[in-house]
């Protein structure tokens, strides 16, 4: 019998390296996965990095999505950062995510339409600020320490509350990041309070204020009603939900919107994936991003 040998590169997912800290800014504690390439040398500028959002339940595909098409020469091949927390449990990191990745939202609008049946973090909603300064204060200067990167060619990732906190990003911190892929953004959520901050945007980069790349997507099936029985709802909320979320035509037309700001300075490419639902997209969606990012 021939037993393979561990190799000591971190480079993919299986192997990535972790860092535990607990967050001065909200007392909080966050895991941080890193995945680091080896097969080229490192650029004089540094490595591009990817900060990707729910590290727990999307760093391994990120990453081996990465690393295979790093293999053809036209692509870059990036530092991989899942942001996430020192858990295995998939309902913790989906509990814990509701905190980071929201904004507050008030009592009553709790109780209206489907969130009223909705579950609610243990901590409560709107913690996306903090969040913010997090990856600011705390990971990107970890990071750092561990490997070089290129500050100028920064990627945020995140699908579902994570798109929605990347869409917030372009529209606020365009200077953190140059790259965004925004992956079923919920855009519904508390009342679309997201798009406040579109006009000024855009008259950002209007006035050439903005440099940025970005890519939306979301799943051709995410506005498409369909019912599981056993889930914690009935069907009628369900439907309620499909129809107030408009995940589709949200997406459609925030990129619609966004197109005719395109110029040398800001891109914006929206991707409709064929046949997917609001689950099934994140392979898919961090696979076009990873083209659309790395790809020169």
Request: hydrophobic share 40%; with cysteine; proline share 6%.
């Amino acid at each position: 019998m021939t037993i393979a040998s561990s190799s000591s590169s971190a480079e993919m997912a299986l192997n990535a390296r972790i860092i535990d800290f607990t967050s001065k800014v909200n007392g909080r504690a966050y895991r941080l996965f890193v995945s680091i390439p080896t097969r080229r040398p490192v650029p004089p500028e540094g490595h591009v990095v990817v900060y990707l959002i729910d590290g727990n339940l999307h760093f391994g595909i990120a990453v081996d999505t990465a690393r295979i098409q790093a293999r053809w020469p036209d692509v870059i091949d990036p530092v991989v950062v899942g942001i996430g927390y020192p858990t295995d449990s998939v309902s913790e990191a989906l509990d814990l995510r509701m905190i980071d990745l929201t904004t507050p939202i008030s009592e009553e609008r709790l109780t209206k339409g489907f969130m009223a049946k909705m579950p609610r973090p243990s901590e409560g909603f709107g913690g996306m600020d903090n969040y913010f300064r997090i990856i600011e204060e705390e990971v990107k200067p970890r990071v750092e320490a561990m490997v070089a990167i290129n500050k100028h060619e920064q990627v945020l990732m995140g699908h579902s509350l994570g798109g929605l906190t990347t869409l917030h990003a372009l529209f606020r911190h365009t200077a953190s990041f140059q790259h965004f892929v925004a992956i079923s953004p919920s855009i519904w959520h508390n009342d679309r309070a997201v798009l406040a901050h579109e006009a000024a945007f855009s008259d950002r980069v209007r006035a050439g204020q903005v440099k940025a790349r970005a890519l939306i997507s979301v799943g051709e099936l995410e506005s498409t009603f369909r019912f599981v029985p056993g889930l914690p709802a009935g069907e009628q909320d369900f439907r309620d939900m499909t129809e107030e979320c408009r995940m589709v035509p949200n997406v459609q037309e925030l990129g619609e919107r966004l197109a005719t700001l395109a110029s040398p300075q800001f891109e914006i490419e929206t991707v409709v994936h064929a046949g997917d639902d609001h689950n099934m997209v994140p392979p898919a969606g961090i696979a076009r991003g990873i083209k659309f990012t790395m790809r020169r």
